[in-house]
């Protein structure tokens, strides 16, 4: 298992307030998804080469 990203319980919460529950697969999945945002917005710093700090705006 790869760590997990997300705060689990905040998610289980806010799902929750939907009427469902989440698995320990969906948690993984999500940190997975979250994961691959930080690496592409940070490659995508890196590339234009301007700034070093990650902004709202860098998210794809």
Do not use: H, Q
Request: net charge positive; glycine share 4%.
């Amino acid at each position: 298992m790869a760590d997990i990203l997300v705060v689990a319980s905040k998610v289980k919460k806010l799902v929750k307030e939907s009427g469902l529950r989440t698995s320990p697969s969906y948690l993984e999945a999500l940190s997975k998804k979250v994961e691959e945002m930080v690496k592409v917005s940070t490659e995508k710093v890196k590339n234009e080469a301007k700034k070093k700090t990650l902004g709202s705006e860098d998210l794809i």
